[in-house]
Protein backbone atom coordinates (compact mmCIF):
# COMPACT_ATOMS: atom_id res chain seq x y z
CA UNK A 1 0.00 0.00 0.00
CA UNK A 2 1.57 3.38 -0.99
CA UNK A 3 2.13 5.28 2.53
CA UNK A 4 -0.08 8.51 2.70
CA UNK A 5 1.42 11.64 2.70
CA UNK A 6 0.05 15.18 4.52
CA UNK A 7 0.94 17.94 2.78
CA UNK A 8 -0.14 18.59 -2.47
CA UNK A 9 -10.06 31.09 -24.35
CA UNK A 10 -8.65 30.19 -26.80
CA UNK A 11 -5.91 33.31 -28.16
CA UNK A 12 -3.16 32.12 -30.07
CA UNK A 13 0.28 32.16 -28.56
CA UNK A 14 3.81 32.51 -30.68
CA UNK A 15 5.91 29.74 -28.36
CA UNK A 16 9.67 30.14 -28.35
CA UNK A 17 12.62 29.04 -26.18
CA UNK A 18 12.65 29.23 -22.13
CA UNK A 19 16.49 29.70 -21.84
CA UNK A 20 18.80 30.84 -24.19
CA UNK A 21 21.54 28.02 -25.43
CA UNK A 22 24.23 27.22 -28.26
CA UNK A 23 22.60 27.93 -31.95
CA UNK A 24 23.31 23.86 -32.20
CA UNK A 25 20.63 23.14 -29.96
CA UNK A 26 17.83 25.54 -30.20
CA UNK A 27 14.83 24.25 -31.71
CA UNK A 28 12.49 25.59 -34.43
CA UNK A 29 10.12 27.62 -32.44
CA UNK A 30 6.40 26.18 -32.77
CA UNK A 31 3.50 27.71 -34.64
CA UNK A 32 0.68 29.40 -33.16
CA UNK A 33 -1.14 26.13 -32.05
CA UNK A 34 -2.61 25.28 -28.23
CA UNK A 35 -4.70 22.43 -27.24
CA UNK A 36 -8.54 23.22 -27.05
CA UNK A 37 -9.21 22.34 -23.15
CA UNK A 38 -11.31 24.55 -20.40
CA UNK A 39 -9.86 24.68 -16.94
CA UNK A 40 -9.62 21.29 -15.67
CA UNK A 41 -9.32 18.74 -18.35
CA UNK A 42 -5.74 18.29 -17.87
CA UNK A 43 -4.85 17.58 -14.27
CA UNK A 44 -1.32 17.32 -12.49
CA UNK A 45 -1.72 13.33 -11.38
CA UNK A 46 2.06 12.37 -10.84
CA UNK A 47 5.49 14.01 -10.07
CA UNK A 48 8.61 12.55 -9.94
CA UNK A 49 11.52 14.61 -8.01
CA UNK A 50 15.44 13.51 -7.47
CA UNK A 51 15.75 10.74 -6.51
CA UNK A 52 17.87 9.57 -2.95
CA UNK A 53 19.03 6.67 -5.17
CA UNK A 54 22.56 7.21 -6.84
CA UNK A 55 21.51 3.80 -9.16
CA UNK A 56 18.01 5.69 -10.34
CA UNK A 57 17.33 5.41 -13.78
CA UNK A 58 14.05 7.02 -14.63
CA UNK A 59 14.60 10.37 -13.63
CA UNK A 60 12.12 13.21 -12.74
CA UNK A 61 8.51 13.55 -14.74
CA UNK A 62 5.34 15.29 -14.94
CA UNK A 63 2.21 13.52 -15.53
CA UNK A 64 -0.62 15.22 -17.37
CA UNK A 65 -4.14 13.06 -16.90
CA UNK A 66 -7.06 13.90 -19.60
CA UNK A 67 -10.09 14.59 -17.90
CA UNK A 68 -11.86 15.90 -19.91
CA UNK A 69 -14.48 13.96 -22.78
CA UNK A 70 -12.76 13.99 -25.94
CA UNK A 71 -9.23 13.31 -27.09
CA UNK A 72 -6.67 16.78 -27.05
CA UNK A 73 -3.28 17.04 -28.51
CA UNK A 74 -0.95 18.55 -25.92
CA UNK A 75 1.12 20.21 -28.80
CA UNK A 76 1.59 23.69 -27.15
CA UNK A 77 0.97 23.08 -23.72
CA UNK A 78 2.97 25.37 -21.50
CA UNK A 79 4.76 24.21 -18.16
CA UNK A 80 5.35 26.58 -15.89
CA UNK A 81 7.45 25.97 -12.23
CA UNK A 82 7.67 28.94 -10.20
CA UNK A 83 9.45 28.61 -6.99
CA UNK A 84 8.65 30.47 -3.60
CA UNK A 85 11.61 32.37 -4.41
CA UNK A 86 10.90 33.95 -7.98
CA UNK A 87 12.66 31.73 -9.82
CA UNK A 88 10.61 30.30 -12.96
CA UNK A 89 11.34 27.60 -15.36
CA UNK A 90 8.88 27.45 -18.76
CA UNK A 91 8.89 24.38 -21.08
CA UNK A 92 6.91 23.50 -24.37
CA UNK A 93 5.10 20.78 -26.12
CA UNK A 94 6.92 21.39 -29.15
CA UNK A 95 5.50 17.94 -31.19
CA UNK A 96 2.31 16.41 -31.53
CA UNK A 97 1.22 14.34 -28.02
CA UNK A 98 -2.37 12.49 -28.80
CA UNK A 99 -4.07 12.11 -25.19
CA UNK A 100 -7.27 10.32 -25.26
CA UNK A 101 -10.29 10.87 -22.90
CA UNK A 102 -9.12 9.04 -19.52
CA UNK A 103 -5.53 8.55 -20.68
CA UNK A 104 -2.04 9.71 -18.70
CA UNK A 105 0.70 11.73 -20.74
CA UNK A 106 4.27 11.63 -19.59
CA UNK A 107 6.54 14.21 -19.63
CA UNK A 108 10.08 14.64 -18.48
CA UNK A 109 13.88 15.48 -19.31
CA UNK A 110 15.34 13.53 -22.01
CA UNK A 111 16.27 13.56 -25.80
CA UNK A 112 12.73 14.31 -27.52
CA UNK A 113 14.41 12.05 -30.65
CA UNK A 114 14.71 9.03 -28.65
CA UNK A 115 12.98 9.08 -25.29
CA UNK A 116 12.34 6.52 -22.23
CA UNK A 117 10.05 3.88 -23.51
CA UNK A 118 7.38 4.80 -20.44
CA UNK A 119 7.41 8.62 -21.56
CA UNK A 120 5.20 10.23 -23.60
CA UNK A 121 7.39 13.16 -24.49
CA UNK A 122 10.96 14.53 -23.86
CA UNK A 123 12.07 18.11 -23.27
CA UNK A 124 15.19 17.92 -24.75
CA UNK A 125 17.19 21.57 -24.44
CA UNK A 126 13.97 23.74 -23.67
CA UNK A 127 15.46 22.60 -19.56
CA UNK A 128 18.35 24.79 -18.75
CA UNK A 129 21.80 22.95 -18.29
CA UNK A 130 23.18 19.43 -19.77
CA UNK A 131 26.10 19.82 -21.94
CA UNK A 132 25.31 19.63 -25.67
CA UNK A 133 28.63 19.16 -26.78
CA UNK A 134 30.93 17.33 -24.22
CA UNK A 135 34.66 18.07 -24.36
CA UNK A 136 35.46 13.67 -25.19
CA UNK A 137 33.38 14.38 -28.45
CA UNK A 138 30.67 12.08 -26.71
CA UNK A 139 26.79 12.43 -27.17
CA UNK A 140 25.35 15.31 -25.89
CA UNK A 141 23.93 15.24 -21.94
CA UNK A 142 20.82 16.66 -21.99
CA UNK A 143 19.86 18.21 -18.57
CA UNK A 144 17.85 16.38 -16.11
CA UNK A 145 16.16 18.65 -13.64
CA UNK A 146 13.27 19.46 -14.50
CA UNK A 147 11.73 19.53 -11.03
CA UNK A 148 14.37 21.78 -9.51
CA UNK A 149 12.85 24.06 -7.45
CA UNK A 150 12.55 22.83 -3.40
CA UNK A 151 9.02 24.59 -3.41
CA UNK A 152 7.19 25.37 -6.81
CA UNK A 153 3.85 25.82 -8.27
CA UNK A 154 3.21 23.66 -11.49
CA UNK A 155 0.92 25.06 -14.01
CA UNK A 156 -0.53 23.84 -17.59
CA UNK A 157 -0.93 26.74 -19.73
CA UNK A 158 -3.14 26.40 -23.13
CA UNK A 159 -3.11 29.66 -25.02
CA UNK A 160 -2.69 31.82 -22.08
CA UNK A 161 -5.26 30.17 -20.09
CA UNK A 162 -4.44 28.22 -17.03
CA UNK A 163 -5.70 24.80 -17.24
CA UNK A 164 -4.24 23.62 -13.59
CA UNK A 165 -1.84 24.03 -10.68
CA UNK A 166 -0.26 22.27 -8.19
CA UNK A 167 2.05 23.53 -5.16
CA UNK A 168 3.76 21.59 -4.00
CA UNK A 169 6.40 22.11 -0.50
CA UNK A 170 9.75 21.90 0.70
CA UNK A 171 9.83 17.88 1.39
CA UNK A 172 6.92 17.26 -0.20
CA UNK A 173 8.31 14.90 -3.05
CA UNK A 174 9.69 11.69 -1.82
CA UNK A 175 13.36 10.49 -2.23
CA UNK A 176 12.13 7.57 -3.32
CA UNK A 177 8.97 6.83 -5.77
CA UNK A 178 6.34 9.41 -7.06
CA UNK A 179 3.65 11.91 -5.28
CA UNK A 180 0.61 10.50 -6.99
CA UNK A 181 -3.24 11.53 -7.22
CA UNK A 182 -6.30 9.60 -7.09
CA UNK A 183 -6.38 5.73 -8.39
CA UNK A 184 -8.63 3.98 -11.33
CA UNK A 185 -11.52 4.32 -9.37
CA UNK A 186 -11.08 7.78 -8.05
CA UNK A 187 -9.21 9.18 -10.86
CA UNK A 188 -7.32 12.88 -10.72
CA UNK A 189 -9.43 15.80 -10.31
CA UNK A 190 -7.89 19.95 -10.82
CA UNK A 191 -10.46 20.04 -7.84
CA UNK A 192 -8.58 18.15 -5.70
CA UNK A 193 -5.15 18.44 -6.42
CA UNK A 194 -4.27 21.99 -5.77
CA UNK A 195 -1.55 21.48 -3.19
CA UNK A 196 0.51 18.33 -1.87
CA UNK A 197 0.10 19.30 2.27
CA UNK A 198 -4.00 19.01 1.94
CA UNK A 199 -3.99 15.30 1.42
CA UNK A 200 -6.92 15.68 -0.70
CA UNK A 201 -5.98 13.07 -3.72
CA UNK A 202 -2.12 13.15 -3.16
CA UNK A 203 0.11 9.80 -1.64
CA UNK A 204 3.11 8.55 -1.89
CA UNK A 205 3.57 5.87 -4.08
CA UNK A 206 7.16 3.95 -3.08
CA UNK A 207 5.97 0.48 -4.46
CA UNK A 208 7.90 -1.45 -6.65
CA UNK A 209 6.71 -1.27 -10.53
CA UNK A 210 3.55 -3.58 -11.11
CA UNK A 211 5.09 -6.67 -12.50
CA UNK A 212 1.87 -6.42 -15.14
CA UNK A 213 3.53 -3.24 -16.88
CA UNK A 214 7.11 -3.53 -16.49
CA UNK A 215 9.57 -1.06 -16.58
CA UNK A 216 13.10 -1.29 -17.52
CA UNK A 217 15.34 0.63 -15.57
CA UNK A 218 16.37 1.20 -11.71
CA UNK A 219 14.55 2.46 -8.96
CA UNK A 220 11.01 3.07 -7.99
CA UNK A 221 9.15 4.44 -10.96
CA UNK A 222 5.92 4.74 -9.72
CA UNK A 223 2.99 4.40 -12.40
CA UNK A 224 4.10 6.42 -15.48
CA UNK A 225 1.30 6.67 -18.05
CA UNK A 226 -1.54 4.12 -16.10
CA UNK A 227 -3.96 5.26 -13.22
CA UNK A 228 -2.30 5.45 -9.86
CA UNK A 229 -2.11 3.62 -6.55
CA UNK A 230 -3.49 6.01 -3.85
CA UNK A 231 -5.72 4.34 -1.33
Known amino acids: MPSSTPALGRASR ?10 ACVREPLPEICPVVEEGDLVIS ?7 NASDTFGQYIEV ?5 H ?19 EVFVRESVPLAAGGYAVLGPGDPDDPPTWMDYALGWDISGG ?6 GG ?16 ELEAC ?44 VDDLEA ?3 YPLFGLGLPGTPGRANRCE
Open 14 to 23: ALGLAALLPL
Open 46 to 52: ELRGVSA
Open 65 to 69: YNAGD
Open 71 to 89: SVDLQGMVIRLRSSGGDEL
Open 131 to 136: DPAPED
Open 139 to 154: DPVFPKDLLRYDAAFI
Open 160 to 203: EDLIDSVYYAADDLPADGTLACGNAEAPPSAASNDAVEDGACWC
Open 210 to 212: DPD
